[in-house]
């Protein structure tokens, strides 16, 4: 039987939609319709593991799924000893403290002795205690922020991302204590291993990380007198070279080279500056260094 990479990928939520478009920007091709447990990829030795976040960490520790994709906050909450093999880096959030009105918050000292509502009391314990402040979680898997205004807790310590939530049941952020994104996870050595499954892997990282490159690049074309031919190398620096080819008018050569997002406009405008001519702008689907 051929050997398949197995992924436990979150059936639905936050971290579903992201972690398909990662694997279908791979060229990996699949027909989920989000019902199934399991899913074999047509063109890719991978198999999909469909689960709720909360049992990802679990799955790949006990090797029903090889990696995973999970957030930062559920795989160290889950407190087991296994691989970030990749920081993902979308489902950005925040773990925050946050006190309703009438609270006087001069820093987490002032949390000592109070029940602090929490779905992460793990991570919330580790940090207080490392601050020297005792309290007491109480640990609630949803709503987190109506504990306050129903007089079960004093304040909270919960997911953050625009704040919206908190707002609307008046309360105030007070402190960031955690940072989290989405992570693939593997077991431990995992990596280390010779094997066929890591080497699916292995192919798999080196298209996520083709696909990454080239989302933040251009793929820029333009027409150039060659006498400016230098000041333009200048002007789109970082590259080795931009490939240069000369035109039927001996004049002028026609530049292809490859741009940050970031600096696009800048070199675009310095670009027509020295005289170049229709600029031709492209996006990259995928890209190696
Ligand atoms: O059903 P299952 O158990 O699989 O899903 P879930 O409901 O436990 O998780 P889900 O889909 O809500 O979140 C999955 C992961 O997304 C989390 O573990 C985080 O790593 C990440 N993430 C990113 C978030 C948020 N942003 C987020 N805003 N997880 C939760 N929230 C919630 C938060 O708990 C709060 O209720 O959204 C609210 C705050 O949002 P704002 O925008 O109002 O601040
Ligand atoms: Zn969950």
New binding site residues.
């Given amino acids: 039987m051929e050997e398949v990479l197995k992924i436990a990928i979150?059936?639905?939520?936050?971290?579903s939609e992201k972690s398909l478009d990662i694997i279908r920007a791979c060229g990996i091709d699949f027909t989920t319709d989000g019902r199934v447990l399991k899913e074999r990829a047509t063109n890719f030795p991978l198999e999909f593991l469909f689960v709720?976040?909360?049992d990802i960490p679990t799955y790949v520790r006990d090797g029903v799924a090889d990696i995973g994709i999970v957030?930062?906050?559920?795989f160290d909450e889950s407190g087991f000893y296994l691989d970030v093999v990749k920081d993902l880096k979308f489902?950005?959030?925040r773990l925050s403290i946050a006190v309703p009105n009438g609270f006087e918050y001069e820093g987490l000292t002032s949390l000592e002795g109070k029940r602090i509502a929490t779905s992460y009391p793990n991570i919330l314990m580790k940090i207080l205690k490392e601050k020297g402040v005792s309290a007491t979680p109480l640990v609630v898997s949803g709503s987190?922020?109506i504990t306050p205004q129903v007089g079960i807790a004093d304040c909270i310590c919960?997911?953050?991302?625009?704040?919206?939530?908190?707002k609307m049941n008046g309360l105030r952020e007070v402190e960031e204590i955690y940072r989290?994104s989405?992570i693939m996870i593997a077991r431990p050595g995992f990596r280390n291993t010779v094997s066929r499954k890591n080497d699916i892997l292995t192919r798999l990282l080196e298209r996520i990380e083709a696909v990454e490159l080239a989302k933040n690049k251009k793929y820029v074309l333009f027409n150039l007198p060659s006498s400016r031919l230098d000041e333009a190398a200048r002007i789109i620096g970082g590259m080795k070279s931009p490939t240069v080819t000369p035109l039927m008018d001996k004049d002028w050569v026609s530049v292809q080279s490859v741009v940050s997002e970031d600096r696009f406009w800048s070199v675009f405008e310095d670009l027509k500056a020295i005289g170049a001519e229709g600029i031709l702008v492209m996006n990259i689907e995928k890209m190696t260094e």
């Fill in positions: 979150q059936k639905s939520g936050r971290l709720r976040d909360d957030g930062r906050n559920e489902a950005k959030c987190v922020e919960d997911i953050v991302s625009t704040g919206t939530t908190l989290s989405a």
